[in-house]
């Protein structure tokens, strides 16, 4: 019995204690709406990091070579990167407040979106559109957004509104 109440007293002490310390993301395989109103709250405070990551990715060649890093790769080449341009401990300190695992994170969840907002409009687009006309415009479209999975189109179906408003106040300033 004192066995039983003991650890049931290190989980309670556990549960109260360590959600100060970390934040459970959700699982970013797929679109979600705690990660998208998570990037939305995001943008304005990353995009210092974003820019300065960007600058160094100016060709298509240099954009495929850092898509084809593992995660961890492009984690620790936006650090080296963040690191050269003296904002890796205001980008940490970004990340930690906003409740990302890095600046990595934060930019493959804005390309998923990106792509799956692409392959809405893409595939919404093809129904409209002739056999050959659908054809050419999926041999023009990007792989990466033929390959969004069903899932993700079907979450910004279902957020077109919010993902509109938010986008048109984003770029109005607001």
Known sequence: MKLIRYFLGIVLLFTMVAPGYA?????????NTQSVNRWMQSNRDMAPFIQAIDARHLTPESFR??????QVQQDQEIE???????????????????????VGEYMRLSTMLGNAIAAYFLFGDLGKVTEEQAKQLKE????????????????????????????????AGR
């Not at 070579?65 to 593992?70: I, K, N, R």
């Not at 080296?80 to 890095?102: H, M, P, T």
């Not at 023009?140 to 969004?148: F, S």
């Open 23 to 31: 934040q459970l993301l959700p699982d970013n395989r797929h679109l």
């Open 65 to 70: 070579l850092f898509d084809s890093l593992t």
């Open 80 to 102: 080296r990167i963040l690191r050269e341009e003296n904002l890796w401990v205001q980008a940490d300190k970004v990340v930690s407040q906003l409740g990302w695992k890095s």
């Open 140 to 171: 023009k479209a990007d792989p990466a957004v033929l390959a969004v999975p069903q899932q993700d189109i079907d979450f910004v179906r279902r957020h077109e509104k919010t993902l509109q408003h938010y986008i048109q106040a984003y770029g």
